[in-house]
């Protein structure tokens, strides 16, 4: 079960590159879910004629251009080591934070009217002296 995408600290906080990794984790879960189609066509007898008993399918072109139909993360790094390395190292969370602020670089703000503020902020006001109240009663008791 996934809940609270972006929730951290037993959902006492929340963090930006931990939504958009947990994103991407739903992302697949979903994929899982949906099953993967099979049909005729999936098969690809040509290619399963072509490559042979005990031959390869990962360097053959219908691969290639096949394989990113199943997943295809932002966050994972495939590459082997010695790539990953050469390619500065970077941890899961140091990209996750990356692509968050990527996003939140080129959002817009949506800035409500003042009069909209003001209005959740009493909303907010009345819950907490409701809460205090509440306090108090079993305070008493």
């Known amino acids: 079960m996934m809940y609270g995408i972006g929730m951290i600290d037993s959902a006492l906080a929340w963090d930006y590159a931990s939504a958009y990794a947990q994103n991407e984790f739903a992302g697949h ?3 899982v879910v949906k099953g993967i189609r099979i049909s005729e066509a999936d ?3 040509d290619v399963i004629k072509q490559v042979g008993p005990g031959g390869e399918y990962i360097t053959h072109p219908h691969t290639f251009k096949n394989f990113r139909s199943l997943t295809c993360p932002e966050l994972c790094d495939r590459n082997t080591r010695e790539r990953w390395e050469a390619n500065g190292s970077k941890e899961f969370a140091e990209v ?3 692509k968050a602020m990527a ?5 817009e703000a949506n800035v ?3 009069s909209v503020q003001k209005e959740l902020d009493r909303i907010y006001a009345d819950y907490e002296a409701r ?3 509440r306090k108090a009663e079993k305070k008493k008791k």
């Open 96 to 98: 996750a934070y990356e």
């Open 131 to 133: 809460v205090s109240a």
């Open 43 to 45: 098969f690809c007898y």
């Open 103 to 107: 996003v939140l670089e080129k959002t």
């Open 29 to 31: 879960i979903l994929q």
């Open 112 to 114: 409500q009217p003042e």
